[in-house]
Nanobody, 117 residues
Framework: QVDVVESGGGLVQPGGSLTLLCAAS????????MGWCRQVPGKQREMVAE???????TYADSVKGRFIISRDNDKSTVTLDMNSLKPAGTAVYYC???????????WGPGTQVTVSS
C-alpha cells in the first residue's frame, strides 16, 4: 500500500514564504512524476507544479517565477518552495504521485496554506 503525506502548511503573511514537503512510502515501483495541486472551496482543483523523475518541472502560470518544485528520488519526496505568497494562494495543497509503468496515481490528504495579514 502506498502512503502519501504532505506537511509544511500554515499561516503566512502576504509576501512571505512557505515550504511544503510530500513523502511517499510503500511503493514497489519508481515514481515517474510528483506534483502539487490546490483547491479552494467552490472552485476547481488547480495544478500548481509537477516534476518528472529526470527533473523536468512544469508550473502553472499563476505561480511561475515564485514557486520552485524539486524532488529526491532516493527518498521519494517532493518539495514545493513557495515565495512571494499572495492571498489568492490560500488553499488546500495536495501532493500527487504517479507510480510504475502503468501510471498508478496516489494522492495525499492535503495541507492547508493560508496567506493573510
Amino acid at each position: 500500500q502506498v502512503d502519501v503525506v504532505e506537511s509544511g502548511g500554515g499561516l503566512v503573511q502576504p509576501g512571505g514564504s512557505l515550504t511544503l514537503l510530500c513523502a511517499a512510502s510503500g511503493s514497489s515501483f519508481r515514481i515517474s512524476a510528483m506534483g502539487w495541486c490546490r483547491q479552494v472551496p467552490g472552485k476547481q482543483r488547480e495544478m500548481v507544479a509537477e516534476i518528472l523523475i529526470a527533473g523536468k518541472a512544469t508550473y502553472a502560470d499563476s505561480v511561475k517565477g515564485r514557486f520552485i518544485i524539486s524532488r529526491d528520488n532516493d527518498k521519494s519526496t517532493v518539495t514545493l518552495d513557495m515565495n512571494s505568497l499572495k492571498p489568492a494562494g490560500t488553499a488546500v495543497y495536495y501532493c500527487n504521485t504517479v507510480h510504475g509503468r502503468q501510471g498508478d496515481n496516489y494522492w495525499g490528504p492535503g495541507t492547508q496554506v493560508t496567506v493573510s495579514s
